[in-house]
């Protein structure tokens, strides 16, 4: 998937051009694929969607997580009720 989910194509290293699908994946070459995770893509999540009361929120912000440590402000998270 792309890093910003406003990309709608991406250039490969290969000089191939590639666009997103409406839910913003990309069928790449696996060369492309490893040079665009390195440069801040990632996997597609096949899990799903985490249930509330699994996750945390953080205080400061107001950012889901799965963490105490909120992986945008870096402020304390608890648990969700």
Same mark, same amino acid.
Not at 5 to 17: E, F, N
Not at 28 to 46: H, N, Q, T, V, W
Not at 66 to 77: A, I, N, P, V
């Given at each position: 998937?792309? !890093?910003? +989910?406003?990309? =709608? &194509?991406?250039?490969? /290293?290969?000089? +191939? *051009?590639?666009?997103?699908? &409406? *839910?913003? *994946?990309?069928?790449?070459? !696996? +060369?492309?694929?490893?040079?665009? /995770?390195?440069?801040?893509?990632? /996997? !597609? $999540?096949?899990?799903? =969607?985490?249930?509330? $009361?699994?996750?945390? +929120?953080?205080?400061?912000?107001?950012?889901?997580?799965?963490?105490?440590?909120?992986? *945008?402000?870096?402020?304390?998270? $608890?648990?969700?009720?």
């Amino acid at each position: 998937m792309t !890093p910003d +989910r406003h990309c =709608v &194509q991406v250039d490969g /290293l290969t000089g +191939r *051009r590639y666009d997103t699908d &409406q *839910r913003g *994946r990309l069928d790449m070459a !696996p +060369r492309d694929a490893k040079a665009l /995770l390195a440069d801040g893509g990632f /996997l !597609p $999540s096949l899990a799903g =969607v985490t249930a509330r $009361s699994t996750g945390y +929120r953080c205080g400061a912000c107001g950012f889901g997580a799965l963490f105490t440590t909120c992986g *945008r402000c870096g402020g304390t998270c $608890s648990k969700e009720t």
